[in-house]
């Protein structure tokens, strides 16, 4: 079974596949671009509807369900009328069911969820609709970083950091990395976890500590001795690119500076 992650990246990655066919249509003058928003309105239906049941479940987890027929979400704006772009908001409404055996209003309003952390229905569908929002919306391990992978050659190399059960982006990063032919480097805390089973070279930094929490002044240090042993493997490079970095900490406008002598600070409204 597919955990909530795994759900909203497949539902993504079908999502972007189906979109740029419809561009590749466009290009190829087999569609006309003013007839590509039902197509684009059809496909943001369908991963609406994917997405729904997994993030109904993923919330049901923690705050269980209530009585009723659920949620149904109404499309407004470009994906209502079938106009849609691949830069157009989703204007979305969230419409909830009260079980038509409620006595009163005031009675349903009472009633909370069966989860180990109940909600009153107002509560629950408000965070349910957020959830699905950020279901649509927030980014996910699968963004960026695997993105950038693909262009991953043997001439780069790749460093991952995790420790313990370690996350699951920075595993598949040198495990991606790595049959592209890349060279791979795990920083983690135990030469058995997961990344580094799959790094060809491992450092080991402890984060035991004897507090709740995990101490990361070996990982760092470990990381500052990388950068140092890379700027020292170029000198020329390293001044070049640290130059720009140089005049922002002397001069950027972000520091704070003390009022030179003399001069008063501007008065506010009527001061």
Not at 53 to 80: T, Y
Not at 104 to 119: C, H, I, M, V, Y
Request: net charge neutral.
């Amino acid at each position: 079974m597919l955990d909530f992650e795994d759900a909203l990246d497949i539902v993504r990655r079908w999502t972007k596949d189906r979109q740029f066919q419809v561009g590749v249509r466009v290009l190829r003058h087999v569609s006309d671009p003013e007839a590509t928003g039902a197509p684009l309105a059809d496909i943001a239906d369908t991963a609406i509807a994917a997405l729904q049941p997994s993030v109904e479940q993923e919330f049901a987890r923690q705050h269980g369900r209530l009585p009723g027929d659920g949620i149904a979400i109404i499309a407004l704006g470009k994906l209502g009328s079938r106009e849609l772009t691949v830069t157009s908001d989703l204007d979305l409404i969230f419409v909830y069911d009260v079980p038509s055996g409620e006595a009163s209003e005031e009675s349903w309003n009472s009633r909370l969820s069966d989860g180990a952390k109940p909600l009153a229905p107002i509560h629950y569908y408000a965070r349910l609709a957020q959830r699905l929002i950020n279901g649509i919306t927030a980014p996910t391990g699968e963004g960026l970083t695997l993105c950038q992978l693909r262009a991953v050659t043997p001439d780069d190399a790749c460093l991952s950091i995790g420790f313990r059960r370690c996350l699951r982006v920075p595993v598949d990063a040198a495990r991606i990395a790595r049959t592209r032919g890349a060279f791979t480097l795990a920083i983690t805390d135990s030469d058995s976890t997961p990344l580094a089973r799959r790094a060809e070279r491992v450092l080991l930094a402890p984060i035991d500590a004897e507090s709740f929490a995990g101490s990361y002044v070996g990982p760092l240090a470990a990381i500052n001795a990388l950068l140092v042993s890379c700027a020292h493997a170029n000198p020329e490079r390293t001044l070049a690119l640290l130059k720009p970095t140089e005049a922002e900490y002397r001069d950027g406008l972000r520091w704070y500076r003390e009022p030179a002598p003399g001069t008063r600070r501007a008065k506010k409204g009527n001061e």
